[in-house]
């Protein structure tokens, strides 16, 4: 029998935190207050960049609006001719950049890129290993999870402890999760020693 786990990841009510999320209060999904209207994008902006050196510590990280914003905005470039269903996804450094992918379909459907494969990709290409926080968001604002495979691309370059949050919209905030949550025990580089 393969281990079972007691901890379930049944949501619970929304905490009361906007100003920070402090890292290791996550043990399951929880949500968040949030709301992102497009006439404070330009402010968010602002705000990115003064969060920019705001990583006094890995367990105190600046309000998630920004990076669920740009999880959103990526998604104009998405290329869906086939599932009309929009992806974006945006990638935390350690040293706070973001980087963003969206879902890139191709006629022999096996061949589509997944948003946070994007995301990933662009990230590691431009010489990051370490990261903190990733948004995953769909037009539908569904609270749309990374996939299976997604999860599994993830924990090549991630630890357990990034934390994912999913979009759900204007009204409720986003669920978070950690990979650990979403992907426990899994095949890793260890595991091939
Ligand atoms: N999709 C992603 O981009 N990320 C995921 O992890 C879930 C699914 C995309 C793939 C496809 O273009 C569309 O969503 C419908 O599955
Ligand atoms: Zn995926």
New binding site residues.
Partial sequence: MPPVSTTSPARTDPCQRTDHIAVGAFLGPLTVPFDVTSDDREDDADRNHDNDHDHDNDHDLPDPHNLIAAARDIQSA?H?P??E?????ALETADGEVFV?????NAN?SN???????AIAEAVKNGHREFTRLA?S?DRRDG????????QTLSEFCEDDLIVFCDEGEDEGPTVYTLGDLLPNTISEETLE
Wanted: proline fraction near 3%; glycine fraction near 10%; hydrophobic fraction near 40%.
């Fill in positions: 998405a869906v086939y599932s269903y929009r992806v974006g996804a992918g969206c879902n890139l379909e459907f589509s890129l997944h948003a946070e494969e994007v995953v769909s749309v999870t990374p996939c299976g495979m997604c999860r």
